[in-house]
């Protein structure tokens, strides 16, 4: 009997051993969608299959792969509020236990892991809602000017209470008051309202672009009736401050996602797309500047508000500058043609001046990328901003174009374009031109290669209002629909094994 339970004792310790053993190794899935990754339950099957663990760098050809695929695919091509964003997690989750991983891999996963996904949808909905209630709030109570005559002169009297007045700008409008007033008297300080204009009647014939051309009419008021105006809107200019501050704060929390977002996939991809790419293992980014040998600053002055000045950079290729100075030349002639059209010198014509900068991106030993920022100003309503990018093969020299860098070009195209789609829903809610988002090349072909990144700038108009601004594109070249596109030539050039 002692034998046999002495027997049964050893056994029991060896399973408890065992199964000790066994809880210290393997990864299973994450069950939780959304939830940060963290250490998965222990995995029988996965603990036996297990190789102990190696040092930090150690390469782990199959998980390495599999970790830098999916994260590939989390980062790049999914959406973070879509199911497949949760699921990926969860995959990376479960590989984020293999210790043999290299070091780089295993900062990236963690990246992953500690980013909160953003809630941009839930964000523009209520920023949409907040301009819609300032919109419903400022139609229900318009605003009053009570000063709109300041400024105003007399042209004459018309009656015993009726004056007709030319308004600060230009107009002239009638004014009812039962002060005398002399012509070319300048009215100040009399508070005033703005009768409101008469509404077309289509039943009784009146044509709608005659009743909008009718005069303006004003008529005096007390200066109580200034104050209780003023008082009655308080309350409402009070909301409307408010609801402005609402606003504001969600779109502060809109750019603040948008730039974790970015953040994101600026660190994990620095790991992923040298390995995807098969670089050498050189920073494909560092010192633009190497490629660019000086900056020559080109400029005339016609008048003070008439001249140009220009940033050009030399990179000592013949090829390369002669490109760079034919696209200043260009501006310069437009400037000179412009100046032509509508005189030159002080007091004989309107604003016309032409602002050119440069921004340098280097690729690699061979690859230099330049971005020209235009702004010219010919006395309208706002500036207006262009921009010109070439992408030099310094070894060519040559300049790659769209055909060059994809050996398949429309297919190319369709995927920037749904990508450049996806972007412009996460940065203005979908508010966008369509049409400038278009698989064209003609849409794309401003563009730089920063790195391992394609950098695409859409300017003013292009495909959102001029308010908003210019808009940008960054896609990897490592992106899962983009790399299998990628040319050969483009390859070699990148450095890649």
Same mark, same amino acid.
């Given at each position: 009997?002692?034998?046999?339970?002495?027997?049964?004792?050893?056994?029991?310790?060896?399973?408890?051993?065992?199964?000790?053993?066994?809880?210290?190794?393997?990864?299973?899935?994450?069950?939780?969608?959304?939830?940060?990754?963290?250490?998965?339950?222990?995995?029988?099957?996965?603990?036996?299959?297990?190789?102990?663990?190696?040092?930090?760098?150690?390469?782990?050809?199959?998980?390495?792969?599999?970790?830098?695929?999916?994260?590939?695919?989390?980062?790049?091509?999914?959406?973070?509020?879509?199911?497949?964003?949760?699921?990926?997690?969860?995959?990376?989750?479960?590989?984020?236990?293999?210790?043999?991983?290299?070091?780089?891999?295993?900062?990236?996963?963690?990246?992953?892991?500690?980013?909160?996904?953003?809630?941009?949808?839930?964000?523009?909905?209520?920023?949409?809602?907040?301009?819609?209630?300032?919109?419903?709030?400022?139609?229900?109570?318009?605003?009053?000017?009570?000063?709109?005559?300041?400024?105003?002169?007399?042209?004459?009297?018309?009656?015993?209470?009726?004056?007709?007045? !030319?308004?600060?700008?230009?107009?002239? +409008?009638?004014?009812?008051?039962? &002060? /005398?007033?002399?012509?070319? =008297? #300048? @009215? *100040?300080?009399?508070?005033?309202?703005?009768?409101?204009?008469?509404?077309?009647?289509?039943?009784?014939?009146?044509?709608?672009?005659?009743?909008?051309?009718?005069?303006?009419?004003? !008529?005096?008021?007390?200066?109580?009736? +200034?104050?209780?105006?003023?008082? &009655? /809107?308080?309350?409402?200019? =009070? #909301? @409307? *401050?408010?609801?402005?501050?609402?606003?504001?704060?969600?779109?502060?929390?809109?750019?603040?996602?948008?730039?974790?977002?970015?953040?994101?996939?600026?660190?994990?991809?620095?790991?992923?797309?040298?390995?995807?790419?098969?670089?050498?293992?050189?920073?494909?980014? /560092?010192?633009?500047?190497?490629?660019?040998?000086?900056?020559?600053?080109?400029?005339?002055?016609?008048?003070?508000?008439?001249?140009?000045?220009?940033?050009?950079?030399?990179?000592?290729?013949?090829?390369?500058?002669?490109?760079?100075?034919?696209?200043?030349?260009?501006?310069?002639?437009?400037?000179?043609?412009?100046?032509?059209?509508?005189?030159?010198?002080?007091?004989?014509?309107?604003?016309?001046?032409?602002?050119?900068?440069?921004?340098?991106?280097?690729?690699?030993?061979?690859?230099?990328?330049?971005?020209?920022?235009?702004?010219?100003?010919?006395?309208?309503?706002?500036?207006?901003?262009?921009?010109?990018?070439?992408?030099?093969?310094?070894?060519?020299?040559?300049?790659?174009?769209?055909?060059?860098?994809?050996?398949?070009?429309?297919?190319?195209?369709?995927?920037?374009?749904?990508?450049?789609?996806?972007?412009?829903?996460?940065?203005?809610?979908?508010?966008?031109?369509?049409?400038?988002?278009?698989?064209?090349?003609?849409?794309?072909?401003?563009?730089?290669?920063?790195?391992?990144?394609?950098?695409?700038?859409?300017?003013?108009?292009?495909?959102?209002?001029?308010?908003?601004?210019?808009?940008?594109?960054?896609?990897?070249?490592?992106?899962?629909?983009?790399?299998?596109?990628?040319?050969?030539?483009?390859?070699?050039?990148?450095?890649?094994?």
């Amino acid at each position: 009997m002692r034998s046999t339970a002495s027997v049964h004792t050893i056994l029991a310790a060896l399973a408890l051993a065992a199964a000790l053993a066994l809880s210290g190794c393997g990864a299973g899935r994450a069950t939780t969608p959304q939830a940060p990754l963290e250490a998965p339950q222990p995995s029988q099957a996965n603990a036996t299959a297990q190789a102990p663990a190696a040092s930090p760098d150690a390469p782990a050809p199959d998980n390495a792969a599999s970790v830098t695929r999916t994260l590939n695919l989390l980062v790049n091509d999914t959406d973070p509020a879509s199911p497949d964003y949760a699921r990926l997690r969860a995959e990376l989750a479960a590989l984020a236990q293999d210790q043999s991983l290299p070091g780089d891999l295993r900062l990236a996963l963690a990246r992953v892991a500690a980013f909160n996904p953003p809630q941009l949808r839930e964000r523009w909905q209520l920023h949409s809602k907040a301009l819609d209630s300032v919109a419903a709030l400022y139609a229900e109570n318009p605003p009053v000017d009570t000063d709109a005559l300041r400024g105003a002169s007399v042209v004459r009297r018309l009656g015993p209470a009726l004056y007709l007045v !030319r308004l600060p700008g230009g107009d002239t +409008a009638f004014f009812s008051t039962n &002060r /005398r007033l002399k012509a070319g =008297a #300048r @009215l *100040k300080g009399i508070p005033a309202v703005e009768q409101p204009q008469p509404k077309p009647d289509k039943a009784k014939g009146d044509l709608v672009d005659e009743l909008g051309d009718s005069a303006r009419t004003f !008529r005096a008021i007390t200066r109580q009736e +200034a104050q209780d105006i003023a008082a &009655r /809107r308080a309350p409402v200019l =009070a #909301r @409307l *401050k408010q609801l402005e501050a609402e606003r504001a704060s969600f779109q502060q929390a809109i750019d603040a996602d948008l730039a974790s977002l970015d953040s994101l996939a600026r660190d994990v991809n620095a790991v992923i797309s040298p390995r995807l790419l098969g670089l050498r293992g050189s920073d494909p980014g /560092r010192r633009p500047a190497r490629l660019i040998r000086q900056v020559k600053r080109l400029g005339h002055s016609y008048s003070s508000v008439q001249y140009y000045r220009y940033a050009l950079p030399v990179t000592g290729k013949a090829q390369a500058d002669s490109v760079l100075m034919s696209y200043l030349d260009g501006r310069k002639k437009d400037v000179q043609e412009l100046l032509r059209s509508v005189g030159v010198g002080k007091g004989l014509a309107r604003t016309n001046t032409d602002l050119v900068a440069f921004k340098s991106f280097r690729s690699s030993d061979q690859l230099l990328s330049v971005r020209f920022e235009a702004i010219r100003d010919t006395g309208g309503a706002h500036p207006n901003q262009n921009y010109a990018a070439f992408v030099f093969d310094m070894q060519g020299p040559a300049v790659l174009g769209l055909a060059d860098i994809f050996s398949d070009l429309p297919a190319a195209l369709a995927v920037l374009s749904d990508l450049s789609a996806r972007r412009m829903e996460l940065v203005l809610d979908g508010h966008v031109f369509a049409e400038g988002l278009a698989p064209k090349a003609e849409n794309f072909q401003v563009f730089v290669i920063d790195g391992t990144d394609l950098v695409f700038t859409f300017p003013p108009y292009q495909v959102a209002s001029y308010s908003e601004g210019a808009q940008t594109l960054r896609v990897p070249l490592s992106h899962p629909r983009l790399m299998p596109l990628v040319s050969p030539r483009l390859r070699t050039a990148l450095g890649a094994r």
